[in-house]
C-alpha cells in the first residue's frame, strides 16, 4: 500500500513548499552568498518514482559472498569488497530498529521523506553559529545518498558528487527522498537503510556490524549493543570503540539511549542502566579470501583456492575472469561446497603422518565420489599461508601454490605406473580381454625409436624393476597386480600408444606441462613409455580417474560444489554433476576386476597372484576395493590410488620444489597406507557395496 495513504495532506504540503527554499537555506545559509538563494524554489519540487535511477529502485547492494563445507554451515571464508550481507527487517532485533530512528531521525515514521522541522531546526541553528552544526537529513535522504555513492553504474566523479554539500546536490536528495516514500513503505525504507548504512572498522550494514563488534546475529542485538552500533554511523571510523575513540563511542551511546527514552521505546531506568554498562565488545574479524580461513583450519585454504579456480572458470558468473571475480565478491552467494571436514582432517591426519609440516618433501592426498565427481577433500603437509618461510626453506611450510589439484603454475607430478590403467582401459576397449597374455621378458626392446638411457639397439627398451617376481607369463589381472613394465609397454605396443594418451584424456588427466601437451597433441603415437606414467599429474586428475573406473565408466568432471544460491535466495544452475560416458559399463567393470590385484583381493575369476600394495585391502577390510602403486624413475614419486564404489583417493609423495629430490622406495608403504587410512574415513558410515564382476564377452566403449 502506498505510503502516501497513511500521511496527512498538511504534511506533503509543507514537504513540497519547504523542498526548494528551506532546504537550500540548511547548506547556503552559512556556504553561500544572498544571491545564491535566489530562485531555489523555482527549482526544486517534488520528484516522481519515474525519474528515480535505477538503483533507488532496485539497489545494486554489495554483498560478500559466504564459502561453507558439505553441512552448509561451517565457515570455510568469505569474499567481500564490502563485509555486507543483506538481511530481513524481521532478522533484525526490533530495539535495533528502534535506536538508529532515535539517533537519526526521531520523526522517521511522521515525516514524507522530508522533514519540514528538521529543515526549519537545522536553520535556526546553523545561521545562529555560523556553521553548518546541525543538519536536516531523514533516514531516507541517508539512504539516498548511500546509495547514490556506491552506485557501480555511475561514475566516479557521480558518486563523489552526491556527497558534496552544494545546494542542488541537497534539492535533488530531497527530490528523491519523497518519490520514495511515494512507493515504498516506512520499514522497507528503514531495511534499506540498516543494510547499506556503514558501521565503521570495515562493517556495511547491520548484519556485519552486528559479527564484526558483537559476534551475534543482528537478531540478537541488546539494547546496550544497538544502542552503540545506531550511534557510529554518523562518525563510523572515528567513534568505532575498536580502533577509534571509545570515549566519542560511549558519548554516542548515551545521546542514543536517552533519544530512545524521549521518544518513549525504552524507560528513564533502563537508559540510566544501559547507559552504566561497560562496552562489553565481543569483536570479531570477517575473513576475506582463501587466504583468511580459520587459523585451526588453514589447510582448507587449499580447497577454498580450488574452488576459487573453479569459479574462475564458469560462464555462469561472468563473460570474463575480471567479471566472475567481481561475482564472487559482491554477489552475496551462498556457496555450499563438498568439503567434508572428517575426510579432510584424515586426509591432513596422514599426510603428516608421512612429513610433517618442516620437510621438503610432501604428500598432498585427494579424494573423489564417484558418479558425481565431488571432491571430498585436498589436504597436504602445508599451511596455506602468505607467511615467510625460514631461510633455507623454499615453499614449506607455509605456501599457497595448488600443489593437490594444480594449476597457478603447478603441473604436479609424475605417478609411474598408475598410468598402466589407461592403457588397460584402451585395450578392454579394443576388445582385448583381461585373459590377454604375454611372456613378459626382463626387458623388452620396442618399435619406437629411442636414444635415451631406456634405450637398446637405437629403440624403447624398458624394463623390469623386479624381474625375479615380475617376469614371465602375465595376463592384465596378474601384469597390473604386480605391475610389470614389459607386459604394459608390449599392450601399449599391440593397440598404440595414441589410444592410451587419449584414454587418459577421457578420463580427465590433463597435461599442464608444456612438454606433456606437445607430446600428447603431435607425438602420442611414439609416446612408448606414456604407460608407465611419465607424464605429470596431480592427485586429483588422477583420483578422479579411477573415480570413472570405480562408476562403471562415467566420468564426472571435478567439482567442489554441492548448491549455489544468489542474493535473493534463488538456486544457480553452476556446480552440479556434469557426467558423460567415457567407457562401456562392461570394460569399466573389466578394468576394476583387475585393479583388486594389486591391493591384495581376489579378482571375480579368481586370476589374482600377488600385489603390490596388499596392505590396502587389509586396511579396507569388509569392502570392495581396487587400487595400484606407482613409482616414476628412480623412484623419485611414489603414488598410490585407490577406490570404491562410494570413494576414490590419490596420494603423491614429492618434493614438489625439487624434483631431483628423490623420495625414494622406502616411502611407498605409508603412501599407500596414508591413502587407505583417509578412505576409511571418507567411507564410514556407508554400506559396503561391491565391484560388479566383468562380463563374459567385452562390448568396448
Not at 513540497?16 to 553561500?32: D, N, Q, S, W
Not at 554489495?62 to 555486507?84: H, K, M, P, V, W
Not at 516514500?181 to 548504512?197: F, G, M, T, V
Not at 558418479?371 to 603437509?381: C, E, H, R
Request: proline fraction near 6%.
Amino acid at each position: 500500500m502506498p505510503s502516501t495513504a497513511r500521511r496527512s495532506g498538511l504534511t506533503s504540503l509543507m514537504t513540497l513548499l519547504l523542498c526548494g527554499v528551506a532546504a537550500g537555506l540548511v547548506v547556503a545559509a552559512v556556504a553561500f552568498p544572498a544571491s545564491a538563494l535566489s530562485g531555489l524554489a523555482l527549482r526544486a519540487a517534488g520528484g516522481s518514482w519515474d525519474d528515480l535511477p535505477a538503483a533507488l529502485k532496485s539497489p545494486p547492494t554489495l554483498q560478500a559472498s559466504y564459502l561453507y563445507a558439505n553441512d552448509g554451515t561451517t565457515l570455510i571464508t568469505t569474499f567481500y569488497d564490502e563485509n555486507r550481507k543483506a538481511v530481513s527487517l524481521s532478522a533484525i532485533a526490533p530495539v535495533m530498529r528502534k535506536a538508529i530512528v532515535a539517533a537519526e531521525d526521531t520523526r522517521f515514521y511522521q515525516h514524507g521523506g522530508v522533514d519540514p522541522r528538521g529543515v526549519l531546526r537545522a536553520l535556526v541553528a546553523n545561521g545562529s553559529s555560523g556553521a553548518v552544526s546541525q543538519g536536516a537529513s531523514t533516514l531516507t535522504m541517508q539512504y539516498v545518498r548511500n546509495v547514490l555513492k556506491t552506485d557501480p553504474s555511475l561514475t566516479p566523479q557521480e558518486r563523489a558528487d552526491a556527497t558534496k554539500d552544494t545546494v542542488g546536490r541537497k534539492i535533488q536528495e530531497m527530490q528523491y527522498a519523497t518519490a520514495l516514500e511515494q512507493r515504498l513503505s516506512k520499514d522497507e525504507i528503514l531495511r534499506r537503510y540498516l543494510n547499506i548504512a556503514y558501521f565503521g572498522h570495515g562493517a556495511y550494514g547491520i548484519y556485519a556490524a552486528s559479527r564484526t563488534y558483537f559476534s551475534v546475529p543482528p537478531n540478537r542485538l541488546t539494547l546496550r549493543q544497538a544502542a552503540l552500533l545506531a550511534g557510529l554511523v554518523q562518525s563510523p571510523d572515528a567513534d568505532n570503540p575498536v580502533t577509534g575513540d571509545r570515549k566519542a563511542a560511549l558519548q554516542r551511546r548515551s545521546y542514543v539511549l536517552d533519544s530512545m527514552a524521549k521518544a518513549g521505546d525504552i524507560t528513564r531506568g533502563q537508559a540510566r542502566k544501559a547507559k552504566a554498562s561497560p562496552l562489553a565488545l565481543n569483536p570479531s574479524a570477517t575473513p576475506n579470501d582463501c587466504v583468511s580461513v580459520p587459523a585451526n583450519h588453514n589447510d582448507w585454504g587449499f580447497f577454498c583456492d580450488y574452488v576459487k579456480q573453479w569459479w574462475d572458470a564458469q560462464p555462469a558468473f561472468g563473460r570474463t575472469v575480471a567479471q566472475r571475480e567481481q561475482a564472487l565478491r559482491q554477489g552475496g552467494y551462498k556457496i555450499v561446497t563438498s568439503l567434508d571436514p572428517d575426510t579432510q582432517r584424515e586426509a591432513l591426519d596422514q599426510s603428516l603422518s608421512v612429513y610433517d609440516y618442516d620437510n621438503a618433501r610432501a604428500l598432498p592426498i585427494a579424494v573423489v565420489q564417484p558418479g558425481t565427481g565431488k571432491v571430498s577433500a585436498l589436504a597436504v603437509n602445508r599451511h596455506f599461508s602468505l607467511a615467510k618461510n625460514p631461510d633455507g626453506q623454499n615453499g614449506y611450510p607455509n605456501t599457497t601454490a595448488q600443489l593437490i589439484a594444480g594449476g597457478g603454475g603447478v603441473d604436479g607430478y609424475q605417478a609411474g605406473s598408475t598410468f598402466k590403467m589407461f592403457t588397460m582401459l584402451a585395450a578392454l576397449s579394443a576388445g582385448k580381454p583381461l585373459s590377454t597374455g604375454f611372456d613378459a621378458p626382463g626387458r623388452l626392446q620396442t618399435k619406437w625409436p629411442d636414444s635415451g638411457p631406456a634405450s637398446c639397439g637405437g629403440y624403447y627398451c624398458p624394463g623390469n624393476d623386479n624381474p625375479s617376481w615380475m617376469d614371465g607369463y602375465r595376463t592384465m589381472w596378474t601384469g597390473f597386480g604386480r605391475s610389470v613394465n614389459t607386459y604394459f609397454v608390449w599392450l601399449e605396443e599391440q593397440i598404440g600408444a595414441d589410444k592410451a594418451v587419449a584414454m587418459a584424456k577421457k578420463l580427465g588427466i590433463t597435461f599442464r606441462a608444456d612438454s606433456d601437451a606437445q607430446r600428447a597433441a603431435h607425438e602420442a603415437d611414439s609416446w612408448g613409455s606414456f604407460t608407465l606414467g611419465v607424464a605429470d599429474t596431480t592427485p586429483l586428475d588422477l583420483a578422479n580417474a579411477y573415480a570413472t573406473v570405480a562408476a562403471q565408466g562415467k566420468y564426472c568432471a571435478p567439482t567442489p560444489i554441492v548448491s549455489i544460491t544468489d542474493a535473493h535466495g534463488d538456486r544457480v544452475s553452476a556446480g552440479g554433476p556434469d557426467c558423460h560416458r567415457a567407457v562401456s559399463k562392461g570394460v569399466a567393470a573389466a578394468a576394476a576386476d583387475a585393479a583388486r590385484c594389486p591391493v591384495g583381493q581376489q579378482a571375480a575369476g579368481g586370476h589374482c597372484d600377488g600385489g603390490t600394495a596388499t596392505e590396502v585391502g587389509s586396511i579396507l577390510s569388509g569392502r570392495s576395493v581396487g587400487g595400484k602403486t606407482g613409482s616414476s624413475e628412480n623412484n623419485a614419486t611414489e603414488t598410490f590410488v585407490g577406490f570404491t564404489p562410494q570413494i576414490a583417493a590419490a596420494g603423491i609423495a614429492a618434493n614438489p620444489s625439487d624434483p631431483s629430490d628423490y623420495v625414494g622406495s622406502g616411502v611407498s608403504a605409508a603412501v599407500d597406507r596414508a591413502v587407505a587410512q583417509t578412505m576409511r574415513t571418507a567411507l564410514r558410515g556407508t554400506t559396503s557395496t561391491e565391484l560388479p564382476a566383468p562380463p563374459a564377452r567385452l562390448t568396448g566403449d
